[in-house]
């Protein structure tokens, strides 16, 4: 064994989120690991992992980004991120360091782990299939090893010879109502008996900026052409109630924390900007239009890069068009007829294909099969880990 491999005094590992949705997976996976064995947590992260225990030196909320042109409003903020997390390896020297997607940052980590001679491991992986193919080779050149939990990513990147497991998909087995139909439907005060639609505008504030007016500009359709339809909009736990606040005033939407698996499951169909949610709803077996909007310049740049047919996870899983998209160019009119038509036809076929997605992406229990990859990765290299 190599002297920078050799396992210091205190079992530690770094483990680095960028966003929300990986914050949750990476919550999930500290506390699969400290169920099971003593490890000391330290990072980049939020308020869920700093709860979980685990010592965040840098909150990502600073940040946190949407599009490739955003990049340049937060560089110093991102310098800085880049230089406490690069110091915070060289000082505490991990087992290894872990990656949860955040790619364009995650990256550049892994380049400086791999020259201290500290392994990476990647749990979610960039979507290298999809845009930004490149990205693979860097990978394969910094990465030990890469934890998927997409079906078809295993075969993708061990093509390129990257050593990848696969774990199946957490979102199959947690992502549940909380609450029957009669009970949501009293909390939220809604009738019963008319349609619900849900709403998500994004996790992130610029997300919600920038979505928030189409989606209203929808919501205003679809009251005038249903007849008592109820919109809820579960709020992203990071976003500020002043924003939801300014943004619905005088309107009959309801806003809710802490019940998106309720909304959707409960509801006849749903808007979604495109990320996580979207399968989420799938999971949950609920109609959606997926939407999205960034900057221009993002955009145009996106397009050269973009290497799929879709933008949504559960159309990409079952190889077609399962959710309309609306990218870039929304058109309130377009989108309400859109979800006016899903309410009333095809609704056998729809959910015929979310069971497909849902199937797809396994029952298994992925962050203890995740936790196990990695301690497996870990004794192979170091011994016993306690």
Known sequence: MKDNEKKGTTNRIVLLTGELSGEIHGTNLVKSINSKYNIDFSGMGGRRLKQEGMEVVYDYNAISLMGISEIFTKTHHIISALNTIKRHIRDVRPLCVILVDFPGFNLRIAGYAKRLGI???????????????????????????????????????????????????????????????????????????????????????????RH????????????????????????????????????????????LRGYNYDALYHSDAAIIASGSATLEAAILGVPTAVIYKISTLSYLLAKMLVDVKFISLPNLIAGKEVFPEFIQHLDPEKIAERVIYMLNNDRVEIKKDLAYIKAELGGFDSYSMARDEIVSFLEHRYGTIS
């Not at 052409?225 to 005033?249: C, F, M, Q, T, Y």
């Open 212 to 255: 928030m007016p189409v989606l209203l500009s929808i919501t205003d359709i679809l009251k005038k052409r249903l007849d008592h339809v109820g919109i809820v909009l579960p709020v992203a736990e990071n976003i500020p109630d002043r924003l939801i606040k300014d943004s619905i005033s005088g309107r009959a939407i309801t806003a």
């Open 119 to 209: 392994p990476v491991i990647y749990f979610i992986p960039p979507q290298v299939w999809a845009w930004h193919r490149s990205r693979v080779y860097k990978i394969k050149k910094y990465v030990d090893l890469v934890i998927s939990i997409l079906p078809f990513e295993k075969g993708f990147y061990r093509e390129y010879g990257i050593e990848a497991r696969y774990v199946g998909h957490p979102f199959a087995n947690i992502i549940k109502p909380t609450m029957a139909r009669d009970e949501f439907f009293r909390m939220i005060d809604i009738d019963m008996g008319h349609p619900l639609i849900t709403i998500m505008p994004g996790s992130r504030e610029n997300e919600v900026l």
